[in-house]
Nanobody
Framework: QVQLVESGGGLVQDGGSLRLSCAAS????????MGWYRQAPGKQRELVAT???????NYGDSVKGRFTISRDNAKNTVYLQMNSLTPADTAVYYC???????????????WGQGTQVTVSS
C-alpha cells in the first residue's frame, strides 16, 4: 500500500551534519503527517520530528535547535537536516507516514526499514 524508502544515513564525526531523506510511494492520495523517529540500542523508539502536510512541525526535546524537518508534498518526500551531531544521536532512524489517506480502505500508518546513523567521538 505505502512504501517508505530512507536514504542518507552513515558515519559522521562529533559535531558533523547529515541529511536524511524518505520517499513514499504506493496507492494513496495524501500523507497527513510525515516524520522521523529513532531507536538506540537498549532504548525505546523516540520522536525526532514530525511535519504536517501544511508545514506544522514538532520536535523532540533532544533535537530542538539542531535538527530541521521539511517535506516536499509534490514528491511525497520528507527530509531531516541534522546539525551539531553528537554520539548521543547514534541510532537507527525510521521514517514514518501517519494518517495516510489510501486509494482504498481506511487511513493507515507506515514505517520505513530504518537507516543507521552513527556519530563517532
Amino acid at each position: 500500500q505505502v512504501q517508505l524508502v530512507e536514504s542518507g544515513g552513515g558515519l559522521v564525526q562529533d559535531g558533523g551534519s547529515l541529511r536524511l531523506s524518505c520517499a513514499a510511494s504506493g496507492n494513496f492520495f495524501t500523507i497527513n503527517i510525515m516524520g522521523w523517529y529513532r531507536q538506540a540500542p537498549g532504548k525505546q523508539r523516540e520522536l525526532v520530528a514530525t511535519i504536517r502536510r501544511r508545514g506544522l512541525t514538532n520536535y523532540g526535546d533532544s533535537v530542538k535547535g539542531r535538527f530541521t524537518i521539511s517535506r516536499d508534498n509534490a514528491k511525497n518526500t520528507v527530509y531531516l537536516q541534522m546539525n551539531s551531531l553528537t554520539p548521543a544521536d547514534t541510532a537507527v532512524y525510521y521514517c514514518a507516514a501517519q494518517n495516510v489517506l489510501l486509494s482504498s480502505g481506511p487511513m493507515g500508518n507506515y514505517w520505513g526499514q530504518g537507516t543507521q546513523v552513527t556519530v563517532s567521538s
